[in-house]
Structures are given as C-alpha cells and as structure tokens.
C-alpha cells in the first residue's frame, strides 16, 4: 500500500522546488570596500537627516544635565552615609 501524500523518504514534488541562488540585493554584487563606501554613505544620510539643536538648546540641555548629576551625587552621598552610620551603630 502506497502512501497517497508522500513518504519521509520520497518526498512530493511540490516539496522539491528548485532553490535559486542569488545575492542579497546590494550587498551582494560588492566587494568589501564597496559595502564600505555605500555603510558610509548610508551614514552621511541619516546625519544629514538629524535636527540639530542650536547653540542655546545645547547650553540648556548642558546645563539640566549637569544639575541633574550634581542632585544625583547629592542624593547617593545622603543614602552612602546614612548607611556608613547605620552599619557603624549595627556593628560596632
């Protein structure tokens, strides 16, 4: 008795498509350096796309920043001395 859709031995013949091989797009029809330059010009694109910030955006920014990390050192130097003299009471 045959098996009607095919076997793990005989496989259909709509499984045994052919296979083509064929590079990727771009990448595939460079070299190396050809992929290099188009990498980098892919590069120059997107920063020509970038919304930079003018000069007093950038002082602003710098500056919350700045203050930001100052609060930050404060507030971590508050909680590391409570602690110092939490352990400091605990052991001794």
Do not use: C, H
Not at 19 to 44: S, T
């Amino acid at each position: 008795m045959t098996d009607a859709v095919g076997s793990i031995d005989m496989p259909d013949a709509e499984d045994e498509a052919p296979k083509k091989n064929r590079k990727g797009g771009k990448r595939g029809k460079k070299g190396p350096l050809g992929r290099l330059a188009l990498f980098y010009r892919q590069i120059v694109a997107e920063l020509r796309k970038v919304v930079w910030p003018t000069r007093s955006q950038l002082s602003t920014y710098t500056t919350v920043v700045i203050i930001f990390v100052v609060i930050m050192i404060g507030l971590v130097t508050v909680i590391d001395l409570g602690f110092q003299e939490a352990v400091k009471y605990v052991f001794g």
